[in-house]
Nanobody, 123 residues
Framework: VQLQASGGGLVQAGGSLRLSCAAS????????MGWFRQAPGKEREFVAA????????NYADSVKGRFTISRDNAKNTVYLQMNSLNPEDTAVYYC?????????????????WGRGTQVTVSS
């Protein structure tokens, strides 16, 4: 599975961005696709995930109510709509995919990773 993330950029606090992640390859084997982020000097952390077949969504507490993950199976694409952005959301955002179930927020469970896309929120 190959993943290509896009949509990052610079936005003012309170603004919105939508990230996209296009998947190719053995997508039928995927169970979940997710988004993680890594700020400078910090560990990569879970943001959100969605079940590829079924649409169950999971979110980190820090983004609940502000971010929405969705998918378009026909396009093999996952989106992350980010609203009410604040400077603490500044990070490189990575999309990831996994074949297995288990702890959905665990970074170790994701077998496939895309290159990150930078999101910068100015105050």
């Amino acid at each position: 599975v190959q993943l290509q993330a896009s949509g990052g950029g610079l936005v003012q606090a309170g603004g919105s961005l939508r990230l996209s992640c296009a998947a190719s390859g053995l997508t039928f084997s995927m169970s979940y696709m997710g988004w993680f982020r890594q700020a400078p000097g910090k560990e990569r952390e879970f943001v959100a995930a969605i079940r590829w077949y079924g649409g169950n969504e999971n979110y980190a507490d820090s983004v609940k109510g502000r971010f929405t993950i969705s998918r378009d199976n026909a396009k093999n694409t996952v989106y992350l709509q980010m609203n009410s952005l604040n400077p603490e959301d500044t990070a490189v955002y990575y999309c990831a995919a996994r074949n297995s179930l288990g702890v959905i927020s665990a970074r170790s469970g994701y077998e496939y990773w895309g290159r990150g896309t930078q999101v910068t929120v100015s105050s």
